[in-house]
Nanobody, 123 residues
Framework: QVQLIESGGGLVQAGGSLRLSCAAS????????MGWFRQTPGKEREFVGT????????SYADSVKGRFTISRDNAENMVYLQMNSLKPEDTAVYYC????????????????WGQGTQVTVSA
């Protein structure tokens, strides 16, 4: 069992940066691959990126590649999403999630989810 809590969302101007954090609890955290997704009203949850359990491999959606970076600290049970050069279309609720599969780019493949944190990018 893994519990996930996201934080760090907020309002930022286009071109700015935010770092989202995901705090995990549970003894098996460092055996899970972690992903970030985002969702806007009326749309399906969209894959943003994923990192393997060791933190040695990452994979990103084309829409964020080169702007977003995922990292993790297994000693602290934390996963991060650094978001740079933000655009208004990045506005969404961002979720972290845990999966036993890497790379997992679909939401159905994740076993545990956080409650989400709102990111709003103004033009």
């Amino acid at each position: 069992q893994v519990q996930l809590i996201e934080s760090g969302g907020g309002l930022v101007q286009a071109g700015g940066s935010l770092r989202l954090s995901c705090a995990a609890s549970g003894r098996s955290f460092n055996t899970y691959n972690m992903g970030w997704f985002r969702q806007t009203p009326g749309k399906e949850r969209e894959f943003v990126g994923t990192i393997n359990w060791l933190g040695s491999r990452t994979s990103y959606a084309d829409s964020v590649k080169g702007r977003f970076t995922i990292s993790r600290d297994n000693a602290e049970n934390m996963v991060y999403l650094q978001m740079n050069s933000l655009k208004p279309e990045d506005t969404a609720v961002y979720y972290c999630a845990a999966s036993s599969i890497y790379p997992q780019r679909t939401a159905v493949g994740y076993d545990y989810w956080g409650q989400g944190t709102q990111v709003t990018v103004s033009a």
